[in-house]
């Protein structure tokens, strides 16, 4: 099984994750509701069984909760993926949410990099703010070695775009953690 356990306790948060690439049951319980609806629907649509809790100092913001549940989710998927070999490496995925439509493109290259292009027309979405997507996505690609490219096409509500981004997200693992082979998928021979 391709799976692991990390936990992760600062002074502004304390964070659970046992993520299983093979599949699973699906809790997410992080204090924000939007939040957890985000990562349960990136887990479902990855084929993911992830367990996740997080208590973060939300009387501050959901900042500090969101970048380090993003840290440790990515840490998980670095180590699931142990020396990379066989997997298929590469994933995109268009999601259409109503009057949105979003895509990601994505590498597990071990060479992280980040590009966000979504503009988000309501500051927040519930208790959710969300200038807070990018820092999950940059936490998220940095620490699991992911070149990571995200794209909201078009959309008037934040909502259906953030929810959009995290399902095309979750589309495209699913296809770049896939095992295809024996070998490192490169022509370098390592990732």
Do not use: W
């Amino acid at each position: 099984m391709r799976r692991s356990t990390i936990q992760r306790t600062t002074k502004e948060t304390d964070i659970s994750v046992t993520l299983c690439l093979d599949g699973g049951e699906v809790s997410v319980s992080t204090g924000i509701g939007f939040f957890d609806h985000m990562l349960t629907a990136l887990a479902f649509y990855a084929g993911f069984g992830l367990e996740l809790s997080a208590l973060g100092d939300l009387h501050v913001d959901g900042h500090h909760t969101v970048e380090d549940v993003g840290i440790v989710l990515g840490q998980a998927l670095r180590e699931a993926l142990g020396d990379r070999k066989g997997i298929r490496r590469f994933g995109a995925a268009f999601v259409p949410m109503d009057e949105a439509l979003c895509r990601t493109v994505l590498d597990l290259s071990n060479r992280p990099f980040l590009v966000l292009d979504a503009p988000m027309p309501q500051s927040a979405v519930g208790g959710y703010d969300s200038c807070l997507t990018v820092e999950f996505m940059r936490a998220f690609a940095v620490n699991g070695g992911i070149t990571l490219h995200q794209k909201c096409e078009y959309g008037d509500n934040t909502h259906h775009i953030t929810e959009a981004l995290f399902k095309s997200l979750g589309l495209a693992l699913k296809e770049a953690v896939r095992v295809e082979g024996e070998g490192v998928t490169s022509t370098k021979g390592a990732l």
